[in-house]
């Protein structure tokens, strides 16, 4: 087997001796990142719709004056 044949180390440690509990806790932690799965390769992930979001229920009461009834039914 030659050393392009051997695979490539998920994870190397550059400075310090973790133990055993350390390196399992990184690992974790790295595993856990790995696979929330919150976006796509380029680190963005989807805009949700205003309409579903819970914090328009907590919004602020409308002002009266002109264009107050469009501005009722809008998100925020």
Excluded: C, Y
């Amino acid at each position: 087997m030659s050393e392009e044949d051997t695979p490539r180390p998920l994870l190397r440690v550059v400075r310090g001796a973790p133990d055993d509990v350390e390196l399992a806790a990184l690992t974790s932690v790295i595993a856990a990142a790995a696979s929330r799965g919150g976006g796509d390769a380029n680190g963005t992930s989807k805009r949700r719709s205003l309409w579903g979001d819970p914090a328009a229920r907590l919004r602020t009461p409308i002002q009266p004056g002109p264009g107050a009834w469009r501005a009722s039914s809008l998100p925020r």
